[in-house]
């Protein structure tokens, strides 16, 4: 079985967010322990198994993502890194279509080597900050809101960049405010340097403290920016430590994600 580690939302590798990705064969019979314990050996944020669907189905292939704790409903970064295998081994080309827990995913890929996501837009609803989220996460929030069952999330918009930079948070507390975590945002404070908004990620509750780039976020971070902005169209950073950049265009329903990927490791998985 090969498989293979993609950094994602990048063009460089050791940047971006690295997935791994793991291509099943038609025939496979998907086995929920086992891509758990994969996805524990490997230690990434996430690990994506894709399947071929059933022909004259609504999807090309299936997709699930698992993180080194659990399974979950949404993942961009993986699903970007899955679409960019499936282009650069030549299993697909032009438009892909994946059923996940989370509906029809659509992964377009450009002739630059940039690939479309087409993901569902988070529902964001204004939310009173937990009494605990100011201490927990490091910094005084303007304001916060709750982005809905799929993604999970609390989005905390802070005063600006450096103070989203600068975060230290304690995950422990942060783990008992939200469901699956913070993404902590504030507008870029020179958009010059190529992106209109920052972010950080702290996922906890699903084994992750830092997520480098997280696609599923920029489904909230779209919409909130956007409508302040008064643009559809948007870049955003992801300022961890490996840092990477999001395309954004809003359209209503469906948010469009669209980010480079780089393939650094492939190899052959030895366990029976």
């Not at 996430?46 to 993942?75: K, N, Q, S, Y």
């Not at 950080?200 to 779209?222: K, M």
């Not at 430590?241 to 469906?254: F, K, M």
């Amino acid at each position: 079985m090969r498989i293979r580690i993609v950094d994602a939302f990048t063009d460089r590798p050791f940047s971006g967010n690295p997935a791994a990705v793991v291509l099943l064969d038609a025939d496979a019979v998907p086995d929920t322990a086992r891509f758990q314990l994969i996805a524990m050996e490997m230690n990434l944020s996430e690990t994506a198994f894709a399947r071929p669907a059933a022909p004259g189905g609504p999807a090309d292939w299936e997709l699930r993502w698992f993180t080194p704790a659990t399974e979950v409903d949404m993942c961009g970064h993986a699903t970007l890194a899955t679409a960019h295998v499936l282009h650069t081994t030549g299993t697909a080309s032009g438009t892909v279509r994946f059923t996940a827990r989370c509906g029809i995913l659509t992964t377009t890929a450009h002739p630059d080597g940039s690939i479309t996501l087409d993901f569902p837009t988070a529902p964001l609803t204004p939310a009173t900050a937990p009494a605990e989220l100011a201490a927990a996460l490091g910094a005084k929030p303007l304001s916060v809101h709750d982005t809905g069952p799929q993604v999970g999330d609390l989005l905390v918009e802070l005063a600006d960049e450096a103070t989203v930079r600068a975060l230290v948070p304690d995950l422990a507390a942060l783990a008992r405010v939200s469901r699956r975590g913070v993404i902590a945002t504030a507008a870029a404070e020179d958009p010059a340097h190529g992106y209109d908004f920052v972010s950080r990620g702290f996922f906890p509750n699903v084994g992750i403290p830092e997520d480098p780039v997280t696609g599923s976020a920029h489904t909230a971070l779209a919409p909130f920016w956007s409508a302040r902005f008064g643009r559809e169209e948007l870049t955003g950073l992801q300022a961890s430590a490996r840092s990477g950049l999001v395309r954004t265009s809003w359209r209503g329903d469906r948010t469009l994600l669209t980010g480079n990927a780089v393939t650094v490791v492939e190899g052959e998985l030895l366990t029976p």
